[in-house]
């Protein structure tokens, strides 16, 4: 989440020199701890357009928006509802008082048929006292006013009964996330234990109940619920689509609405309800284009290219970090590389605001999109100046160097507890490689050189290739250091994958093999619930890193359905639909809202369900549905649209109707048939071969040629070319079938096939061999007789209670980036950060006698740790001289990680014999390298470790156990706090058949402390 609150939080912790103490994080709050890992049940069920439940549970998380302002309609799975407005929010109940049966609450009824449809929400109502009675209530929120109306019909009522509604205050004094679902407690928008209603109105037949300036009314409301209807039918079908999944069918009128939620008249929003706030990006506005709101979108990008600053030289140089936070991130201050000309302020019009994101990428690529859509050269001629300056902007931050990568600076979704030290990240290059590849598509356009942008595009692609590809393995290294060892950190998350894809980083072969790539490493969490049949669904987190970070890890909608378009485009039709459809599942059928374009998933550890119609979701759902399911890649710049649909093969029709086209696909055995609509002249239709043979294409009726398309690997493609604005295109197949394996073994390479007339790369599977299995328990074989702790204390160069005390001010770059805070611990978002490590519970004795059966070697005061590091203020390694043999060394380290060193070697142990052999331990996060302030979160999914947790020691209490957090009860995943820290104890089996040499310590990855604290050897004899 984009949290402005850290800006004002950060503002008094600079000022008071108040620490943050580790956990203290502003979206740590979950109100779901109590559905963590329990069973689902599919909560709605589809039936044609509409999400229907029988006797729900769910109170006020379905909203009904209505017009372009904040206020909303809160609607229930019963007939309960609440009025959001801001800071005076009401509660509307209703009940129906039968004549000798006394007054009750509607939302009582024994049974409760909800539908939710399009900005539509309809109850059945029937209960056992009203004997055949039944009533049927629909709602509608207004659209040219904030209000709602009611249209109650009486079906065989008891004679006498009455419908009356009252509103009242709600529960809640203050809403923290404007009561959305997840982010605020549950309840919020109930009626107070004794409520006054201050407006009430009733129904003795039919009628309808108005909500205007908080007042219930009957009178002269007929014609607004008649007004209202026909707005929102207006709205529900402009994306109409029809497919042989009974799911997927509700969601284009669901989409309209959620993204109609997200506009405020003016721009794209962050969300409909909580982050209802504009912003540059993120991918919100992608929705207005690819919805065929092109109106709305022009307005948007007008808005912000206002906010563009353009009259901000840079006059002060590189590097701008800000003292007061620690040199987390960038200083606000005009004339710095980020806050001048180029730089685009996060509210529309207003270029005199400074933010702490680039959102600049995302809006540029929108923009860009836009411009595909239309093809508007004149438009394109005036926001030319903004593009350029955009693009000058970008190299001047965030590729200074020149080497043609770029660093990332806050500048996607999932950015909020990350940085790159000025580091070669893939998605932010990938992204500059996409604008300036545009650029000079457009410059040759209208009368400007095309050259600049196209060299620039060609080094960019020419660097992520050289530097970033990983060739041998299938996909993209998520970044390279700048600093240190310039290593590559090849654990990359999903967002890597998926913009090098979206920006068309990569070839067929490269997409191809990337996307297994998350197919193979990123966790895969089974979608599953009561009354849903188990075909095999499963989410994705964003990355495996570890410790936990608020938005390096979480289950997102936005990330994974950005990955199922990801898989679209790079022709996995049937893993990019699953996914797709585990998404839509997992959100909209098995989450406590109907046709919820969330946040946050329920599969999250962290934080569990939370937010609804969330702008970044509502954005690429738009493109997931229109763009990959559909296939619709617009290029109006060159007057032409690709078509290459993605439906699932068993999938015999499928059709789309949005303001920019209409499509109809059927197969009918051998046949295939389209019928399209565009306005763009020119149409290439691409379609996997289903046969080895074509015995005819026809386009109107006339026959056609076509060609192998190389636009996919792994199965043969066929395009057709059409120059019309409407077509009929007729495919009849014959011969044998092509058959395409699924894709197995651990990574993909590719030789040419030919099957008849076909001709393709096909897909070989690679198998690489699992890493062997940690059979030999660590600390199971401890003698402690024969058990020598070394002295080593004239090495000893640090307290380990120094480690967040100290300043780490060199190296650090020379750029202006976000990196790691002064003190070595936190991120740009928590910059003051820290945690008291307190070790007198190792300060007793001489000699520390833990649990375990190792002795350890321990002084009462002083230095009790030799701490290496990349950082100026220790060495990057220390060798400890050794004599003898041995069967175990067993080392007590301690020292500090983050996420951002997640799944790499921080450090390295090497042991050395006499014979000049040697042998190394990595010290890797999170399997065997720990951060000293903290616990780590692990589950089977998305946190799982690939060995048995390390065994860590407790500086307080001596203890050493491999599960701290249930030793010390430590609750939830942000922070974990250790109390007083802890250390990380490291078993390494020798040979004992040699002679020993040296123990060397080193330290390998950027921001880290590794420290030595503690040898003993355990010998072969006594």
Known sequence: MKNYTICLLLLFHALTGVAQKSGDFIEQTSYND??????????????????????GKNRYTRALYGGPTAFRLETSDRPVFAAYIEKNSQHISFWIQVPGKGKRALDSASFCEARYNAGKRTYLLRDKSWKKGELRITVLALYDREGAVWKIDYNNMPAGSIVSAGITKIRAQKLSRSGDMGADPPGVFEATDNPEYTSTCLLTNSGY?????????????????????????KLAERIQIETPDPYIN??????????????????????????????????????GDFLGWHDRARKHFDGYA?????????????????????????????????????????????????????????????????????GDLAYAKKIWPVLTQHLAWEKRNFDPDNDGLYDAYACIWASDGMYYNSGAVTYSSAYNYRANKLAAVIAQKIGEDPEPYRTAAGKILAAINARLWLSDKGYWAEYQDYMGLKRLHESAGVYTIYHAIDSDVGDAVQAYQATRYIDTKIPHIPVKGKGLKDEGYATISTSNWMPYTWSTNNVAFAEVMHTALAYFLAGRNEEGFKLFKSAVLDGMYLGDSPGNFGQISFYDAARGECYRDFGDVVGIASRLLIQGLYGIRPDALNNRVVIRPGFPAAWPFA????????????????????????????????????????????VNGRPAKWQLSAAVAGYPLIAVTV??????????????DIVIPPATGGQTTFKTATQGDMTWLGAQPVHVAPAPDVTYKAFSQVIPELCEPLRIDTQWNASVTDIFKNEYRSPRSPYTTLEIPLHGIGEWTHPKLTADIDDAGLRKDTVLHTNIGVPFRMPHTGKNIIFTSLWDNYPDSVQIPLTGNAAHAYLLLAGSTNSMQSRIANGRVTITYTDGSRQTTNLVNPETWCPIEQDYFTDTLAFKMNQPKPWRLHFKTGWCTQDLGSYLKIKGVYGREIEGGAGMLLDILLNADKELKTLTLETLSNDVVVGLMAVTLQRTYK
Not at 671 to 682: A, L, Q, S, V
Not at 723 to 736: F, L, N, R, T, V
């Open 306 to 374: 206002a906010s563009q600053v353009t009259t901000v030289p840079n006059t002060i140089p590189h590097p701008t970090q800000d003292t007061a936070l620690d040199l987390a991130r960038a200083v606000k201050q005009w004339g710095t590389p980020m806050y001048s000309n180029g730089y685009i302020a996060r509210n529309p019009n207003r270029p005199d605001q400074m933010h702490h994101y680039d959102m600049n990428l995302v809006y540029i690529d929108e923009l860009l999109w836009h411009l595909q859509w239309t």
């Open 250 to 287: 509700p969601i284009g009128g669901a989409l309209v609405m959620a993204a109609d939620g997200i506009w405020d008249g003016k721009s794209w929003l962050h969300g409909a309800i909580g982050w209802r706030m504009p912003l540059t990006g993120w991918r919100a506005a992608y929705t």
């Open 723 to 736: 120059q019309s604005y409407s077509c009929d295109i007729a495919i009849e197949w014959e011969g044998s």
């Open 209 to 233: 109940i108005l909500l205007d300036n908080l007042q219930l009314s009957t009178s002269n409301t007929a014609d607004i619920y008649e007004a209202a209807e026909k707005e929102r039918q």
């Open 655 to 698: 059709s789309l109707k949005t303001p920019d086209l209409t499509f109809q696909y059927k197969r009918d055995l051998a046949h295939d048939t389209y019928h399209i609509d565009t306005h763009f002249p020119i149409l290439e239709l691409q379609v996997p071969a289903r046969k080895d043979h074509i015995k005819s294409i026809l």
């Open 34 to 55: 109590d559905k963590r890992g329990t069973p689902r049940t599919l909560q709605y069920l589809p039936e044609g357009n509409d999400f229907v439940c029988i006797n």
